[in-house]
């Protein structure tokens, strides 16, 4: 089966929102909508990071998880749900060939192009509808308590698991195409991760009972086991995140959510074969893991909260740990290492106001180690509504909005052992759509498709406006521009002030030859070149031809723009 996609056009390269449209057939369940021929857009090198829409049809994309494959595929684990009703807002039609809710999917790129599938069961006759029972209420709409997780190995097979009040569930095609999802547990558990080791065994963490829990196994068999009780307390999220190391020993970074503590458990493995004490005949390359051996606890920062917790192993099996600290005004975001047994070096990354009325259900970081010790982290501010990403290639961490992050909870981070890959999905509250961030490549062209969503092109202002001197200035309140025109004198350099007056919203500047934005004349450097309100930023702009041309927020194109007039 071959899936085309439908023609569209990109508002910008530098901060493009891509909306593509999905081909089922990458694994077992979808079908292809209507094909057509897709169009290419050329992503300027430099450009870091571009943001596409995997998917927008219903309520879709909350709670993802993210991995990497071993060819370097970037692939994204997420909900499906039904549309709640809302005031002028037609409901989603059932569209031939694409699942239907409430299903748990899987959304992988390969060339550019974004495809999806159900890993969940999907009911034709007599009304197509998902069937996966615990991630949704009895309407299909969202509840609260789930999560996903999702790994792959190194065969690329996929292995999915989510939890809810139903229990946890996991889901693989390791047999060729996904098979029936096995119910690991059927009591109410949360907070689910899953890892797998290189010979393709899963390992599942999860809290229940008070405690948290790991099961691994395959096909229909699985064993559990306790792995730290925990104290039951407050409304904060609590995650479990595991990792399995290069000899497939697991490490589980969790929350103790009643002392708000950070803690990793490790596995007991036995002695490498030849090594002291094992009484093996020959050597191998490390410790084997234990089923039902035990572990071991320890507290990775007292008191230092571990909410939206998430672990990395570095190329030497080390641990590397991204939380939240919640303290009276201020959440800060920790990255801690441990370089050796039991002992850790915490840092602050960042920080935010700390509020009453933020989404703390919407915390989660993500961490990862590439091989060359670069360390990424990802977290949701809640205090600003938007995602942030930082790398640290030496002193310290860096940190970025990512492109079109506003509004959005719950990122989940997953990078490539060379450093090439980088896959980061949210959840878009305000649009309730599957965003997902990846690097961009020197000289890579992407097929675009759009989702099937309205249109929202926005047509310039007329321009009503002359220019006055070489000293341009305009102001942000909320999320409006103070004017829709501006001018400049042609033939001479100028420099546009920039007053954010919207606090706590990120927004820029942009000068572009028409509002297809994509040849960029002037202003911010790209969109991930914001000025977080209250504050001010002054661009300088080379002369310009006389004509109009055209100005917007990138982080919000489709209501603050203008025309920008030169003569």
Same mark, same amino acid.
């Given at each position: ?34 094909? &057509? ?35 370097? $595929? ?53 009304? @197509? ?45 390791? @047999? ?9 547990? !059927? ?5 689910? +991760?899953?890892?797998?080791? +290189? ?10 009972? !008070? ?8 096909? *229909? ?118 370089? *050796?047994? +039991? ?85 878009? $509250?305000?649009?309730?759509?599957? !965003? ?8 890579? +062209? ?56 919207? $606090? ?23 969109? &991930? ?39």
């Amino acid at each position: 089966m071959i899936c085309g996609a439908v023609p569209g056009t990109l508002r910008k390269t530098a901060l493009a929102k891509l909306g593509v449209a999905t081909c089922g057939a990458l694994l077992l369940l979808g079908a292809c909508a209507p094909a &057509g021929q897709p169009s290419t857009v050329k992503i300027e090198a430099g450009s870091g990071l571009i943001t596409s829409v995997p998917d927008s049809v219903n309520d879709t994309g909350r709670d993802p998880s993210a991995a990497i494959g071993p060819d370097g $595929t970037p692939e994204v684990a997420y909900l499906l749900l039904q549309q709640r009703p809302a005031p002028g807002v037609l409901p989603v039609p059932v569209i031939a060939g694409y699942p239907q809710p409430p299903a748990v999917l899987l959304a992988s790129q390969s060339k550019g192009l974004w495809g999806r599938i159900s890993v969940t069961k999907q009911q034709a006759t007599p009304t @197509a509808v998902g069937v996966a029972p615990g991630i949704s209420d009895s309407k299909g709409y969202a509840i609260g308590g789930v999560d996903t997780g999702v790994a792959v190995d190194a065969q690329g097979k996929h292995h999915v698991v989510w939890s809810g009040p139903n229990g946890v569930y996991y889901a693989t095609d390791a @047999a060729g195409s996904t098979g029936e999802p096995v119910q690991i547990t !059927d009591q109410v558990a949360s907070g689910v +991760s899953v890892a797998v080791t +290189s010979t393709g065994t899963p390992w599942i963490a999860y809290y229940q009972n !008070d405690a948290v829990q790991v099961a691994t196994g395959g096909g *229909s068999k699985f064993t559990t086991e306790t792995v730290a009780a925990v104290a039951p307390g407050g409304l904060l999220p609590a995650r479990t995140s595991i990792k399995v190391d290069e000899n497939g020993v697991p490490m589980i970074a969790y929350t103790n959510p009643g002392t708000q503590t950070p803690m990793l458990a490790r596995q007991a493995a036995t002695p490498a074969p030849g090594s002291p004490g094992s009484g093996g005949p020959s050597p191998s390359p490390g410790p084997t893991p234990v089923p039902g051996a035990g572990w071991t606890t320890e507290t990775i920062e007292a008191n230092g909260g571990g909410f939206g917790i998430s672990l990395a192993l570095d190329k030497d099996s080390n641990p590397h740990v991204a939380y939240y600290m919640n303290g009276a005004t201020q959440t800060e975001i920790h990255v801690a290492e441990s370089m *050796s047994a +039991s002992s850790w070096e915490s840092s602050k990354v960042a920080s935010f106001a700390a509020g009453s009325k933020q989404d703390v259900q919407g915390w989660a970081t993500g961490i990862a180690v590439d091989d060359n010790g670069v360390n990424y982290v990802t977290w949701a501010d809640t205090a600003t509504n938007q995602i942030l990403f930082a790398e640290k290639r030496g002193a310290g961490f860096v940190p970025v909005t990512v492109p079109n992050g506003f509004h959005g909870t719950h990122p989940a981070l997953a990078v490539s052992a060379d450093g090439k890959g980088i896959a980061l999905a949210w959840y878009d $509250t305000l649009n309730a759509n599957l !965003d997902v961030a990846t690097q961009v490549a020197e000289g890579r +062209s992407l097929a675009f498709s759009p989702t099937p969503a309205p249109s929202t092109t926005t047509a310039p202002p007329p321009a009503k406006c002359s220019p006055s001197g070489t000293s341009l200035s305009i102001s942000a309140v909320g999320v409006a521009f103070s004017t829709d025109c501006l001018a400049a004198p042609a033939g001479t350099a100028f420099t546009l002030t920039f007053d954010n007056k919207a $606090t706590g919203i990120p927004h820029n500047v942009d000068i572009y030859t028409d509002s297809s934005a994509t040849t960029h004349l002037g202003g911010a450097k790209d969109g &991930g070149d914001t000025v977080l309100g209250p504050a001010q930023a002054k661009y300088s702009v080379t002369p310009l031809k006389a004509g109009t041309y055209y100005f917007q927020c990138d982080i919000h194109p489709t209501q603050m723009f203008g025309a920008f007039v030169v003569k």
